[in-house]
Nanobody, 124 residues
Framework: VQLQASGGGLVQAGGSLRLSCRAS????????MGWFRQASGKEREFVAG????????YYADSVKGRFTISRDNAKNTVYLQMNSLKPEDTAVYYC??????????????????WGQGTLVTVSS
């Protein structure tokens, strides 16, 4: 699976962005999808995950109520709608695909394929 993330940019605190991640190469609905982020000098952390059909969704506590993950299997795309952004949300955001299609893991090694990352910068 090849993953291409897009939608990052510079936004003021309180603003919104929508990230997209388009998959190609294999059957998209065979995979659970996740979004991770990595701030400068920090470890990569789980943000949100969604099972193959959207039936299971899980968020990190730090983004719960502000971020929404969704997917469109017909378009081979997973989205991350980010609202009420804070400066601490500044990071490179990565999408990832896991063959464990019905399980949402927050552990990066559980994901088999990764996109290249898109930078989100939130100014105060």
């Amino acid at each position: 699976v090849q993953l291409q993330a897009s939608g990052g940019g510079l936004v003021q605190a309180g603003g919104s962005l929508r990230l997209s991640c388009r998959a190609s190469g294999r059957t998209f609905s065979d995979y659970a999808m996740g979004w991770f982020r990595q701030a400068s000098g920090k470890e990569r952390e789980f943000v949100a995950g969604i099972s193959w059909n959207g039936g299971r969704i899980y968020y990190a506590d730090s983004v719960k109520g502000r971020f929404t993950i969704s997917r469109d299997n017909a378009k081979n795309t997973v989205y991350l709608q980010m609202n009420s952004l804070k400066p601490e949300d500044t990071a490179v955001y990565y999408c990832a695909a896991s063959r464990l299609s019905t399980i949402i893991s927050s552990d990066p090694p559980a994901y088999n394929y990764w996109g290249q990352g898109t930078l989100v910068t939130v100014s105060s």
